[in-house]
């Protein structure tokens, strides 16, 4: 995660905001978020990791919500690239290499199904992180599958949200639903399913 890009200003007559107390904040919440989840992170909570009064939150986000969406848009998140490897099967495969890499990682593994719930509802959070780490990966998918089409190997009428949907959300139910291990053997038969899949969903 990147926090450079962080520049704070207050309104006249307010003190200025310093970025460097919102990163250390943010820092915070992250391993608030790990740690118990939205819906059981707390300000005061936040506060204290941070080793800030709980007025320093208040004097830049009226709640948690605002807190949170704040640090999701703001945030330079990483998300999973697929190398250009000549081929579409090939392609998927670094995908997923990448993908199981990302989501098996201690934050990733606590913090991302607490996130993709909080998508089905109705709030400015849900709408945060779909505009940001939903988007951001349909990015990716979006790239792999323009190169396959160049090279003549998927048409160019091809449903890209339902593509992104079998690639995504079968990595996410392996890793962090099913909790399922997967070796060479498992990437593979995946990258040959994917491709598969996407070819027969490529209209003619």
Same mark, same amino acid.
């Given at each position: 995660?990147?926090?450079?890009?962080?520049? =704070?200003?207050?309104?006249?007559?307010?003190?200025?905001?310093?970025?460097?107390?919102?990163?250390?904040?943010?820092?915070?919440?992250?391993? /608030?978020?790990?740690?118990?989840?939205?819906?059981?992170?707390?300000? +005061?909570?936040?506060?204290?990791?941070?080793?800030?009064?709980?007025?320093?939150?208040?004097?830049?986000?009226? %709640?948690?919500?605002?807190?949170?969406?704040?640090?999701?848009?703001?945030? /330079?998140? =990483?998300?999973?690239?697929?190398?250009?490897?000549?081929?579409?099967?090939?392609?998927?495969?670094?995908?997923? =290499?990448?993908?199981?890499? *990302?989501?098996?990682?201690?934050?990733?593994?606590?913090?991302?199904?607490?996130?993709?719930?909080? *998508?089905?509802?109705?709030? @400015?959070?849900?709408?945060?992180?779909?505009?940001?780490?939903?988007?951001?990966?349909?990015? %990716?998918?979006?790239?792999?599958?323009?190169?396959?089409?160049?090279?003549? =190997?998927?048409?160019?009428?091809?449903?890209? +949200? @339902?593509?992104?949907?079998?690639?995504?959300?079968?990595?996410?139910?392996?890793?962090?639903? %099913?909790?399922?291990?997967?070796?060479?053997?498992?990437?593979?038969?995946?990258?040959?399913?994917?491709?598969?899949?996407?070819?027969?969903?490529?209209?003619?």
């Amino acid at each position: 995660m990147n926090y450079q890009a962080i520049t =704070e200003t207050a309104p006249r007559g307010a003190a200025l905001l310093r970025p460097h107390v919102t990163r250390s904040i943010w820092r915070a919440a992250i391993i /608030e978020l790990a740690r118990v989840g939205y819906d059981q992170m707390s300000m +005061d909570a936040v506060a204290k990791r941070a080793g800030v009064g709980k007025a320093a939150l208040y004097r830049r986000w009226n %709640s948690k919500e605002a807190m949170v969406v704040a640090m999701i848009t703001a945030i /330079e998140l =990483e998300i999973v690239q697929a190398e250009d490897r000549g081929s579409l099967r090939d392609d998927i495969k670094s995908y997923v =290499e990448a993908g199981l890499r *990302m989501m098996r990682r201690p934050l990733a593994t606590r913090i991302l199904p607490d996130l993709y719930a909080e *998508m089905c509802r109705d709030t @400015l959070l849900a709408k945060a992180i779909r505009d940001t780490v939903y988007a951001r990966k349909r990015i %990716s998918i979006v790239a792999l599958l323009d190169r396959a089409i160049q090279r003549g =190997e998927l048409s160019p009428g091809m449903d890209v +949200d @339902l593509a992104f949907d079998v690639i995504a959300g079968t990595l996410y139910w392996r890793v962090l639903v %099913s909790r399922s291990n997967s070796d060479d053997t498992q990437v593979n038969a995946m990258a040959d399913g994917f491709a598969a899949a996407l070819k027969a969903m490529s209209p003619p």
